[in-house]
């Protein structure tokens, strides 16, 4: 089936600092979708990317949508203590009901 | 507006004891799906369902069973639960595909579960 790897699995950074993560997969997805999850909490979407080459910011956060389609980038800029937790990939086929997620970005922040 | 809602949100089981786990979504959505989440695995899919009185089967649809009887509520059944079965457990709904944001799941706030 579909895999995504995520990478790195974990990060720790001082606060301030830039961090980027990516998401490479199998095959082409034609949605590519990032999730933070907090502690003790279910992912909430971030960014929705939907065309290849998109390149799509919420704040501090930019997504992009890899031009082969087999890949996306999430960068953080000036991190701050609440960045803290885990991001997450998921990408979804063209016609695909169901998205297939990456394992995951841990996220540290010393401050 | 409560979104996704679970319940429990913690249980402890013994092994071959059974439960159910309630997902409940008001805002109208199509699909309803359910994940379980382990250390470094991400989230897997278990079972999904792209509307009410159909279910399908996802990653890891072993030992689980679902239902969906009414549009609003998706319930994961455990008949014979195993400790492999120990994960937390995540709902999600979303509208359907096609339709603008039909992409976007929105979770809800988990079920710890311990199987002994």
């Known amino acids: 089936g579909q895999q995504l790897n995520q990478s790195p699995q974990s990060m720790f950074i001082q606060e301030g600092e830039d961090v980027s993560m990516n998401c490479t997969s199998s095959?082409?997805?034609?949605?590519w979708l990032w999730y933070k999850q907090e502690p003790g909490e279910g992912p909430v979407l971030l960014i929705a990317?939907?065309?290849?080459?998109e390149l799509t910011s919420n704040g501090r956060l930019t997504a992009q949508f890899g031009i082969t389609r087999k890949d996306s980038f999430l960068n953080i800029s000036a991190s701050i203590p609440s960045d803290v937790g885990i991001y997450f990939c998921?990408?979804?086929?063209?016609?695909?009901?169901?998205?297939?997620f990456g394992q995951g970005t841990r996220l540290t922040i010393n401050p | 507006n409560a979104g996704v809602t679970q319940t429990p949100k913690f249980r402890v089981l013994k092994t071959g004891q059974s439960m159910t786990l309630l997902c409940a979504q008001d805002?109208?959505?199509?699909?309803m799906y359910w994940y379980r989440q382990d250390p470094g695995m991400g989230l897997r899919l278990i079972h999904y369902?792209?509307?009410?009185?159909?279910?399908a089967k996802g990653e890891v649809p072993d030992g689980y069973n679902v239902s969906r009887l009414k549009k609003q509520n998706f319930l994961l059944g455990l008949e014979s639960a195993a400790p492999s079965q120990t994960s937390v457990y995540f709902c999600?709904?979303?509208?359907?595909?096609?339709?603008?944001?039909?992409?976007?799941?929105?979770f809800g706030p988990g079920t710890r579960l311990l199987v002994l």
């Open positions: 999600a709904s979303s509208s359907a595909l096609g339709l603008a944001g039909g992409e976007t799941q929105y």
């Open positions: 095959s082409i997805f034609n949605t």
């Open positions: 990317l939907y065309k290849a080459g």
């Open positions: 998921a990408g979804r086929d063209q016609g695909a009901q169901k998205l297939v």
């Open positions: 805002m109208n959505h199509e699909y």
């Open positions: 369902s792209v509307g009410e009185g159909t279910t």
